[in-house]
């Protein structure tokens, strides 16, 4: 009976992995693993819910609750202590900066206050380079695509863990006081997700803590749901939109719609903006008042009235943006490969970020320099001390018609757009959101200026507005979350329409020539990101065609050495639990290999790990419990780490108590669309497939429904197969 | 190998259909039938797709935007005739008996001013009920908890026809008119139900129409897709509240989230908001202005600041709104109940609605007698013409504190309670929600004017507003769509935290007594709606114990008689097309049944329909395209009225070509949870199950998933069997 398994060479078939630059396009990494939102009901399982019963139930529901709600207490200060940092060091900052301008006033003693300036702009976008290069890598940037690839079910390593969120929220506070282009809205996200994560759990890897509580929620999906919530009171906390980060997520994040986790994500995201609004509005000495808006605020505006001849208006400024945001994405690849091949060394990203920075601070001295209102484009240094990019988009939304003139709006407009295009890539954790949006409120007031010249009734505010939304649409691709994150910034539920109808045509047009920036990101990294819908036109694929086969199987009762012979030689995290049922009478006494269930890498680790052998002297059934495979989540040991005796390797697993004994399985006949709806609505990680008489004939993961990739081009689409390489950033 | 049929005597098994009163909970009926989901991906489907290319793919995306549009606008057309229909009745009514009031100005002639009033009540009352009972009962109520069993995979007889429509509008009207306590909010959503189904579909059974136009969205789920977007535009166009729209919708219908649906519906709500605004801002005499708000007005608050003290009393508020809402549940019961016994005529439904609506205006004018201050609570005539309950909403939200006195509002209150109970369940076509919000803001307005007692700064409103929502959110434990559409109604988002505590808690609370007034309709009902989630602590029920068996089957080639007196004989939609393997050499030589397919009882009757036979002179295979199944979509022939010839019955049907070579199957050790979650997330309507060796051993409907339905009662949850019965109303 117990006899050895029958090694079939695992062969990559038609999926070669390539050796290929990081910059290439069109390559599926196989390097990132998958989550597995599926629950497996095994005998253990069962064995607990009958013991915990309703009470049970209820109990992990109110855990739910209580988790939500302290994540968005614990998302919102954290955007309190951005945000109170960020106040103290520019107030810090410019009173220095104001001795010096007002030390001398003649104009050729512009140096000292310039050269001033330069150093304390430096100091901080060094060290916050510096932590994100030689520190944590993960927290470059927004962060924005990474949780959107691990909403998806992508496995991205380090993205949750404590140490990049310090990283992430020092490397915040220095981009704001470095003066660089980024904004903190993105990095909220990122802040709150990993925020969520580590609550939930109730431990810490980076301080290798185990609270021992909330240990029913260290399953995927469990994790994945308050990573939900967490990045939408990221969202809440940062632009004062609990409804916005509500759709953010669900944007990003949902496959199948649950009411009451929902119902949680809104209420964490109140929370958040409710403890934020409070805790800042006592900061700044208004106890009980709840009217301080989120981290970013747009100001009121009084009157967002429009006429139907706007209408194409917007529908032009739109195209603009698209434009514009799909030029962005085409150069920032351009810009990624070079920087691939120069800036290849840690110091070079560092020093990179310095010339940003020099950059930055030079131009924007110039400005103030030569045009004489660049003052009021707030890079004066007295009105908006505390949010230099904030302040810039405010007044341009705001100001009176004669505050500015066209000349220094085109500068500050070209200026605005590439210094953004720069910036963002470089190694600092900051996001485009309020850059985008800033140079969008440029162009757009230059438009609402020219139409103001010949009917002086407009309000030019709108029309900054429109550019703002269109400007960052063209660029993200964002759509119904950023219009109502805009609606709810704006207070105006009746301006939501012009803003959708941007916002839709920039996402249109941008489409027609690129990616979106983060889309641009996820396919540079080649993470196998599963999109909304399976490809047009392809249910002439079928299983057969995606399947990955042989299979590495094992049996009901399985010896231990062959588990870790197998364990070793291949890095599949599941394999199909089989029966083989030798029917002699069958033609040529054909083995049938019958599907009993499908086991995971990471049970198998358990239960060598603790030694879980049917032996003539074990009775470990009381032992096991679900407990014992929830305490290794989610890291579990490497199988060369097990240590086992010689003795071990002769006894017998019955793998038929821990194996999910009912996977989802597909016949190898269905096709791509149908697999790919249920893979994707299920949040699987594994589906196997059987031929016409229930035999195992193969497994389909991610990756092989993935690689084909829609292509829309030119108002084209097509489908192309990616190819696998073994590329990681 | 063309041998008869395998008829195995179908057996009800456990499920004995009980005729029972229509009034018995915890039966479900058999009645109602399923929509389906799912993709027929045959030959033909294959076909079609490869011979429409690409173009095709992008054709029909086109389509559905312009869809959503027209969708948009035309419910926002039937918000205006609704509108402006009321406002010119309305208008008529009080001049008339404003004539009478100022005739005489004597006390004791209050009596001739009455009169008229009462028939100028009675008229529409009776016109409207006349409709409903014997026009078109399916426009009774709201027709929320229909369009939420739709959304569900429900089809629900009647529920979307032309006729449905038109006797709602009316009705609706006639409601207003009439003074019956019953608000047109609910209403529209149905209404935009209907518009959606019937413009997406191209065709109307009421006139017998086809269009021949939209014909590619002839199937379950694009329809079920443009239903969504008509119930959320409804919304949007009676509250002025797309996002609360959308989210309705999603809280309602969808199962799995779609991006470019959400936005998609999103965009439709916009348009009908807009459309709306435009025009009603245009007939009341300023064109292009959009200012204008949807159909329901709270009028503008001046400041929605509240303290945190004040938390405790929107909690307290909440459980009052609980309290008294699962009273009024419970009542509404009892209400159904005595109606089925004693209000079994249809003469005497019409008899109630007068009596309700006589005793609405008697009331109303004692009121107005007895007190002072009852002409504020909008039932004069003179400031709120046009809306009544919402004028009376309005004034309790904005009046000043000495406007009511105290025993005024007492009474108005109870007053308000009972009349909405009474109300709603006769026969009349209006909704609970304006109803419940004006009880609850006559309480809440009782607790502001209180606390203003202690506290003379106080606001009452927010105390009034807060009471509405609790009332309402414990009627129809409505959560997050409710919150933000009293968002979007009061425009104020730092107030959606308050609202989301109170809705939170009545909700709970009420869950605590009751079920929702919707879900209590729908148990009444019987229908076979399907949770969010499957019953807690249900993994140890398998597809053994759910599915029935044994099983109707056909051969992939089928004579096409056997198929006739199967279709007669059993009244199933779908069976499982197999192959028998004889192989003698297995044990006893056993017969082994291989599922090849899955083919439909509407695909079958086309089939029939149509002669599609394997005979010496068919050759159809270029004749029947997938507009052949279109064309009779979605009411097809009953087996009865197709008429063949002797020949024909000796003919053979080819079904694999037709059949779904792949539906979704699973083991028969699958647990409910899982086939649950299987069929909820892919809006399947029939599951085949296997056993180990791939032979069909059962089918899995949504009865069979519904049936496990979870109780809620006093904090203790439990799951229940129910029975089936063949009830229907």
Redesign the interface.
Known sequence: MYQSIDFKEYELSNKSEEIVPIESLNYLSTNYESLDYE?I?NEL??KE??KK??RY??QKDFSRWMTFFWIGVIVAFIGIIIFISIEIGTNFKFNMIKKYFDNCTKKDCMVKPYLVALILNLIPSFIGSCLIVYVEPMAKGSGIPAVKCFLNGIKVPKLIRLKTLIVKVIGVITVALGGLWGGKEGPMIHAGAIVAAGISQGKSTTFNKDLGALNFFREDHEKRDFVSGGAAAGIAAAF????GGLLFS??EG???????L??RI??GS??S??TL??VLSAYHGHP????YKGLLNFGKFDDL????FDIPIFVLMGIVGGLTGALFCHLNIQLFKFRKRYVNKDWKKVLEVLIVCSTTVTISFLLILFTSDCKKLGLDPINHPIQLLEGTVQSLFHDTPDVFNTTTIVYFGIFAYFITLWTYGVHFSGGVLIPGLCTGAAWGRLVGQTIFHFFPNTNIGIYSLIGAASQLGGITRM??SL??IL??AT?S??F??PL?ICL?TAKWVGDFFSESIYDTQIDLSGMPLLA??PP??S??IYANNLMTHPVITFKTKESVENIVKTLKKYSHNGFPVVEYVQ?N???EGKTLC?LRGLILRSQLIVLLDNKVFDGPLTNYWDSVTMETFREDYPRYSSIEDIQLLQNDLKLIIDLSRFMN??P????H???L??IF??FR??GLRHIVV?N???EVAGIVTRKDLARYKVIRHM????VTELKFSNKME
């Open positions: 629950v009901e399982y069962r819910e009958q019963g309703y139930v209820v004062g939109a609990p409804v669900l944007e949902a496959s199948f719609w649950n009411q009451a929902t119902w809104f209420f109140m929370i903006m409710f609004h409070s009980g008042d709840l009217t009235s429009y006429h139907i759509t119904i219009t109502i609606v709810e207070g539920i009746t939501g329409l959708m839709m909304w819908d047009p036109l249910s002439s029917n009478e069958l033609d019958y004994p009912s989802y399985i597909v016949q006949t269905m096709s669309p149908r709806k249920l609505a299920m059987v016409d008489s229930n108002g084209k689409i097509s």
